[in-house]
């Protein structure tokens, strides 16, 4: 297995365009990783990168090599993949990836029992708010809220989550409960904003009796965790835009209450995303299985106690 290996490992560095990247991703050390690639260009009789102590870009064999190494691992994988499918106990690592909110509230939880049901797959979940490429980053799967850019990945809709304007007692107290959605721009009112790079929402969508309306809102406070916005607004810092599911308890409690409900924010999707290639996996088509019900009667769960 060494040479496919030293392929895989080849494929992380050209891809991530780092050494240490591909080796942190791959869970090697840097002088293995460094290792393998020097075997793979004394076994090819070329060199694939150009080193320097700042860059590593491929070399005009190296571009050539990537290509066919693709194709070399992908025919792996479909081949494992169809062994697993036959003998109906697949195995193997599975990377998922979900927004914040969404994988402490719904996904985290699931995963226990979906390793108790399936034992010999091994799972790695990472969270983050931010922008993620799947090809790039290694993934499998991805949770994702909101329309997606990249138009080549496959996408399994999980549902329509509603949305909320939201604040504490303590801040429409201090502040006044705002009667319209212009007040959200023309700084009568601070806004928490979930903002990180490459964000593709910076404007509130609003159902207005006009339709739906963009509304650049305005505050002191911006983060790009979900949580954080959660936490400022329990705190009575400002009106916060949040996904029923994320705050279900709070509404229930009365620690936040809905802001403007006669201009409720539009609802957003729900998703799994995955690659063409990664869906002939019966691993990801399993997880896929798996999670969509439960997360879907999770999300009808949370929904029911906003309304007890």
Known sequence: MSYIDNIRTFVRVYELG?????ARDQRISAAVASSRISQLEEYLSVRLFHRTTRQLNPTEQGNTFYEGACKILETIDEAEAAVNSIT???????????????????IAPLIPEFKKEYPLIDLRLRLSDRKLDLTAEGLDVAFFLGVPEDSTLRIRKIADCPRVLCAAPQYLSNRGTPTSAEELTNGTHDCLNLRYPGAPEFQWPLETDKGTRRFAVKGPFESDDGDVLTDWALEGYGITLKPVFEIAEHLSSGALVPVLPETPPMPIQMALLYTHRRHQDPKTRLLIEFMTPRV???LQENLSLTKT
């Open 88 to 106: 109906q106990s697949p195995r193997g690592l599975l990377h998922i990836a979900a927004p914040l909110g969404v994988g402490r509230r719904l």
């Open 18 to 22: 780092s050494m240490s990247a591909a």
């Open 296 to 298: 879907q009667a999770a």
